[in-house]
C-alpha cells in the first residue's frame, strides 16, 4: 500500500513508540476531564494550574527528585488555595488567581535560572519534549490516567450535579468544597501528566480544544466526554506524526492540529456549526418565501372590486 | 413499661418542621432575624416578603446553605442536617446553567441521586419514577430534550418533576412563578395541593401574594426579620403585609377593602369577589 511508509517508518524508533504511547494517553485523559474544565468555564483556573505546578517541576529538577511528584504536590497545592480562595465572596477569584499564578510561575524561572543548561532545559518544560520520553514517564503517565479517569466515571453523577446545580447539590448534602477540590486536583494530575507532550504553556489548550469540539457536536455529557477524549487521541496522534515528518515541534503541532479539528468543526457541526446555522436559515427563509406565495396566490383569484 | 401522659403536648414535635429562633448573617450583616414556626405534615406556607427580605435566605438557611449564626431547625425531631435526603429543594431557575448538555430525563433522575449512594448510578427503577414524575408535570413528550431548548416555564416543570422524583417529605420551592406561562403555573399549583393532600410539607418562597393567599395554608412573613408567622386568615390582612412590605400594601378592588380581610379559598361563596381582587392587585392569575 502506498503511503503506508508514512505510518510505520516513524515506528521503527523506540523514541517514537514511546511517544506515540505517551500523547494517547495525554489525548484521552485531557479530553476526558476538559469536559469539566470547558464545561465549568475553568480554563482560566486550568491556565493557572498549569502555570503555578512549574515550580514544582524546577524544584524537582533541580534537586535531583521525579518531576512528576514535584509537579503533583505543588499541583495539588495550588487546588487547595484556589478552592479556598473561592469560598470567600469578597476576594475577587480571577485577580487573586491571577496573582498567585504569575507569582508561582516567576518563582519556576528564577529557580531555572540558576541551571547550567537554562535555556535547554527551560524550552523542555515550557513547551514539552515527548520524544524524550521514558518508560517511566509512560507507566507514571497511564497511572494518573486511569485514577483520573477512574474517579471521573465512578462521580459522575456527583460531578455532574455540582458542575449543574450546585445549590440543589448542595441541598442533597453533597460535599461540594471537597468536589471542587477533587475536580482541580484531577486536573492537575492531567496537566501533570500531559507536561511530557505538550508542556506547561500549551496544556491548557489540550484541556479546553477538544472538549470545546465536543461540545458543538453532542447535547450529552457522556458522549461529550467520550468525543472529547477521542477528539484529544486523534490530535495527539496526528500531531506527533505530522511534526515528525516535517521536523517541526510536537507539542506545538499536537495542539495546532486540535485547534484546525475545532475550527473546522465550528463552522461546519451539524446543528451548531457557524455555516451549518447560517444555510439552515437562508433555506428556512426560503422555504417561508414559497409558502408565501401559496398563500398569496388564491388572493390573486379573489374577484377585485369593479 | 408505658408512661402515661397527662395532656398530650399542643404540637408533636415529631411531625412538623420546627424552626427554631433561627437567625441568619452575612459577615456581620444580619439578613434574616428570629424566625420560629412550626410546620406540621401537610401544610403549605408561604414565604413572602419584599425583595432582599429573605425568603430565599430563610429557604437556604433551613437546608443549612446560609450561614446560621443561631437557632435550630429540626425535622420530625432530628436535626435538619440528618434529614437532608428527605427534602427537597427547587432553586431559582437563573442559578443553573442551562446550556450544559443534559436532558430533561438527565436533570429529572437528579432528584434520584439522594437514593443512591455514592458511585452507585441510577438504575431502572429510579428511571420509572423518573418517568411517572415528568408526565405528572406534562413533560415526558420532552424526556429526551436538552434543557436549553425548553421556555421557562417547562424548565421549571423539570425542577419540579426532579424534586418530585426525590420523594422528600418536604419540598422548598423558590419563587417556582417567576415568569412561566399559565399552564406552568395551573401544574405547580395542582402539584402543590397534592403535596398536601399526601401529608407532605411545603414552603413556598413567592413575591406573588395571590398565589400564595390561594396556595397556602400560612404565611411566614418577612423582611430581614420574621414580621409573622400564622393561619392566612391572622397574617393575610393588610396591616400585617404593610407591617411586612414596609408601607400600606395597597390592596385595591373596593372602597372599603382597607378594612377588610382579602378574600381567599377558605372563604367559600366570595368567587366574585375572589377573582375581582386578585385583578386587582395587578398580579396575573388564571
Sequence with gaps: MPGLHYITDPMQYEFMRRALIEVILMGAVTGAIGTYVVLRGLSFIGDALSHAIFPGVVIAFLIGAGIFWGALLFGILTSASIAVVATNRRVKEDSAIGVLFAGSFALGIVLISSSRNFTRDLASFLFGNVLGVTNNDIVLSAIAGVIVIVIVVLLYKELLITSFDRAAAQAMGLPVFWLDLLLLILISLTIVVSLRAVGNILVVAMLVTPAATARLLTDRLPVMMAMSAAIGVMSGIAGLYISYWNDVAAGGTIVLVATALFGLVWLFAPQHGYLTTRLLRRRLATDLAETRVVFESPEIQLPGPH | MTIQQTAPPPIDHEDCLVIRDLTVAYGRKVVLNGVQADIRKGQVVGIVGPNGGGKSTLLKAILGMAPVISGTVMLFGKPI????????????????????????????????????????????????????????????????????????????????????????????????????????????????????????????????????????????????????????????????????????VIMLGRADASDELPHTHHHPGEHAHHTHEHENLGIEHK
Excluded at chain 2, 105 to 121: C, N, Q
Excluded at chain 2, 173 to 187: C, K, R, S, V, Y
Design chain 2, 81 to 248: 442536617d440528618k434529614m437532608r435526603s428527605r427534602v427537597a429543594y427547587v432553586p431559582q431557575r437563573e442559578v443553573v446553567d442551562w446550556d450544559f448538555p443534559v436532558t430533561v430525563m438527565d436533570v429529572t433522575l437528579m432528584g434520584r441521586y439522594p437514593k443512591a449512594s455514592w458511585i452507585r448510578r441510577t438504575n431502572a427503577h429510579d428511571r420509572d419514577v423518573a418517568r411517572d414524575m415528568l408526565s405528572k408535570v406534562d413533560m415526558l413528550d420532552y424526556a429526551n430534550t436538552q434543557i436549553g431548548q425548553l421556555s421557562g416555564g417547562q424548565q421549571q416543570r423539570v425542577f419540579i418533576a426532579r424534586a418530585l422524583a426525590q420523594e422528600a417529605d418536604v419540598l422548598l420551592l423558590d419563587e417556582p412563578m417567576n415568569g412561566i406561562d399559565a399552564t406552568t403555573q395551573e401544574i405547580i399549583m395542582g402539584v402543590i395541593e397534592e403535596q398536601r393532600i399526601a401529608g407532605k410539607i411545603v414552603l413556598l418562597a413567592t413575591h406573588d401574594l395571590v398565589s400564595a393567599s390561594c396556595a397556602c395554608d400560612c404565611l411566614c412573613c418577612v423582611n430581614e426579620r420574621m414580621v409573622s408567622y400564622g393561619p392566612l386568615a391572622e397574617t393575610y390582612t393588610p396591616a400585617n403585609l404593610a407591617e411586612t412590605y414596609g408601607g400600606p
